[in-house]
């Protein structure tokens, strides 16, 4: 019944419809819609025209409406990814090795600095990643919450989610925690990344590292 009635209230009345794209005033595709076609969704690729337009424009004639969407993505390399943006927040995660044998244990640091102008963010989350084939030692975790350093923690698999209450600016955050080599592999950490519960733009994400276990 749920699906009927958005059905019904995403109904769409066309008698006839003509819908132009133009890049820059340049005309790149053009579609008529009717009964026959009006359930139907049109994918126009604009790739071939990206590295000079600025302006997409949608222009149409006739009776009816139609439902359009712009979609873009782009890939930017890690070297110059936020070089122009001034740092509110700092994240770093350095290991005392990179390559190891299985069953041994790299020892991570992560330094965490608010630089922003707010007197205090009151919780932020650190999203923290082990390659495949590690885990993360609890027992870390639990000592830094016993001694009030951390609020609280989640480990998920290769994934743990620590809390971190009332963050003054200029005063850094530096935790250590241990990853547990369980098999010989090549990973690579990444997705590592910190931000403010309250406000998610604030959000800084760290290079991928490469670790390999022998």
Not at 36 to 49: C, E, Q, V
Not at 65 to 91: C, D, F, H, K, R
């Amino acid at each position: 019944m749920a699906f009927q009635a958005l059905a019904g209230i995403g109904e769409i009345n066309i008698e006839e419809l003509d819908v132009t794209v133009e890049a820059d005033g340049v005309e790149i595709s053009s579609i008529t819609f009717t009964e026959d076609n009006k359930d139907l969704t049109y994918l126009i690729d604009l790739r071939p025209h990206l590295a000079k337009t600025t302006t997409v424009t949608l222009t149409s004639s006739g009776e009816g409406s139609v439902l359009y969407q712009v979609y873009s993505s782009q890939y930017i390399p890690w070297n110059i990814s936020g070089t122009n943006e001034p740092a509110e927040m700092t994240l770093d995660v350095t290991y005392s090795t990179t390559n190891i044998s299985v069953n041994d244990m790299i020892t991570a640091t992560l330094t965490l600095e608010y630089l922003g102008s707010a007197a205090m963010l009151k919780m932020v989350l650190v999203d923290l990643r082990a390659p495949v084939g590690f885990s993360f030692v609890e027992d870390n975790f639990i000592s830094y919450i016993s001694v009030g350093k951390i609020s609280n923690y989640e480990i998920n698999d290769r994934e743990c989610m620590v809390y971190i209450e009332d963050i003054s600016p200029n005063r850094p955050i530096i935790l250590t925690y241990n990853l547990l080599a369980n098999k010989p592999i090549k990973g690579v950490v990444q997705g590592i990344h910190a931000y403010d519960m309250y406000n998610p733009d604030l959000d800084v994400e760290i290079d991928p590292v490469t670790i390999t276990v022998n």
